[in-house]
């Protein structure tokens, strides 16, 4: 007799946390591209930044980007590794985080994958999926500076997940890319860590190269983390509303990697 087959129950979807963005206006800045005492003041942060030397690697067309991936080589100052993230995107249509979840399920990626880390990105008009892995390798010492690109490429293809080796169920395709890749920065990074409303916030200022390549033009960026939906969206409003009380906010979305994919 023929038992009746047990049916596969579906892996549920990764649980994401929050990440709220806005981008200031250049105004909040000193000459010296520090926070002004306003912006200081009202955000507690201290005088001193800590420096990250960030650099991402595509090929020349963005195959990765292309996909919604990227890969991306950091070192903060005072931390004696390097940290690598290799990080998937999917986009956030009319507010529908769970169609987003679902179709990252049906990419394999689901709540039994402890490699991936989910957050949702909720900048100023649009929400986007972040699935990071994270690796970290030894570093020599605890500066701000990077590898040369030979020997970041090497740890980067070390590492490699096999997600995105074999995107698409094409096999190695990652490594395909990777291997064709160069890299794009690399941008010499300040972050300040303040408090406000009892919130935990970040500011980041990205020297970007401008569109022309003569000089650098300053990305400025605040942040603030949540566990739940409900909290991220009440204290989103409210800083929301504060950054345009006092004429800092800039009306759109952060863009900080797609500029430096663009200009370098």
């Not at 979807?13 to 926070?35: A, I, R, W």
């Not at 030397?53 to 100052?77: I, M």
């Not at 986009?91 to 009319?94: C, F, Q, R």
């Not at 701000?144 to 293809?157: E, V």
């Given at each position: 007799?023929?038992?009746?087959?047990?049916?596969v129950?579906?892996a549920a979807?990764?649980?994401?946390?929050?990440?709220?963005?806005?981008?200031?206006?250049?105004?909040?800045?000193?000459?010296?591209?520090?926070?002004d005492?306003e912006?200081?003041?009202?955000?507690?942060?201290?005088?001193?930044?800590?420096k990250?030397?960030?650099?991402?690697?595509?090929?020349?067309?963005?195959?990765?980007?292309?996909?919604?991936?990227?890969?991306?080589?950091?070192?903060?100052?005072?931390?004696k590794?390097y940290?690598?993230?290799?990080?998937?995107r999917y986009?956030?249509?009319?507010g529908?985080?769970?169609?987003?979840?679902?179709?990252?399920?049906?990419?394999?990626f689901?709540?039994?994958?402890?490699?991936?880390e989910?957050?949702?990105?909720?900048?100023?008009s649009k929400?986007t999926?972040?699935?990071?892995?994270?690796?970290?390798v030894?570093?020599?010492d605890?500066k701000?500076?990077?590898?040369?690109?030979?020997?970041?490429?090497?740890?980067?293809?070390d590492?490699?997940?096999?997600?995105?080796?074999?995107?698409?169920?094409q096999?190695?395709w990652?490594k395909?890319?990777?291997?064709?890749s160069?890299?794009?920065?690399?941008?010499m990074?300040?972050?300040?860590?303040?408090?406000?409303?009892?919130?935990?916030?970040?500011v980041e200022?990205?020297?970007?190269r401008?569109?022309?390549?003569?000089t650098?033009?300053?990305?400025?960026?605040?942040?603030?983390?949540a566990d739940e939906y409900?909290?991220a969206?009440?204290?989103?409003q409210?800083?929301?509303?504060y950054?345009?009380?006092?004429?800092?906010?800039?009306p759109?979305?952060s863009?900080?990697?797609q500029?430096?994919?663009?200009?370098?």
């Open positions: 007799m023929i038992q009746p087959s047990t049916p129950e579906a979807n990764m649980t994401p946390g929050y990440e709220v963005k806005f981008v200031l206006n250049q105004n909040v800045l000193d000459p010296d591209s520090t926070p005492a912006l200081t003041s009202a955000f507690a942060l201290p005088g001193t930044a800590q990250i030397a960030v650099e991402y690697f595509d090929t020349d067309a963005q195959s990765l980007n292309e996909q919604g991936w990227n890969v991306r080589l950091r070192k903060k100052e005072d931390k590794n940290e690598i993230t290799y990080k998937k986009a956030v249509t009319n529908d985080i769970n169609a987003a979840l679902n179709l990252a399920n049906k990419e394999g689901d709540a039994g994958d402890t490699n991936y989910a957050e949702i990105d909720w900048g100023y929400q999926l972040s699935l990071s892995n994270d690796k970290d030894k570093a020599s605890s701000a500076t990077l590898p040369s690109d030979s020997k970041a490429l090497g740890m980067i293809l590492k490699l997940p096999g997600k995105l080796d074999d995107w698409n169920d096999s190695h990652g395909q890319q990777l291997e064709d160069r890299a794009y920065g690399p941008i990074a300040s972050k300040y860590k303040g408090t406000w409303n009892g919130l935990e916030v970040d200022v990205w020297p970007i401008s569109a022309d390549g003569s650098t033009e300053p990305v400025i960026e605040i942040s603030f983390k409900a909290d969206a009440t204290n989103r409210k800083l929301m509303d950054l345009n009380k006092e004429g800092w906010l800039v759109q979305d863009l900080k990697t500029l430096v994919l663009d200009r370098y």
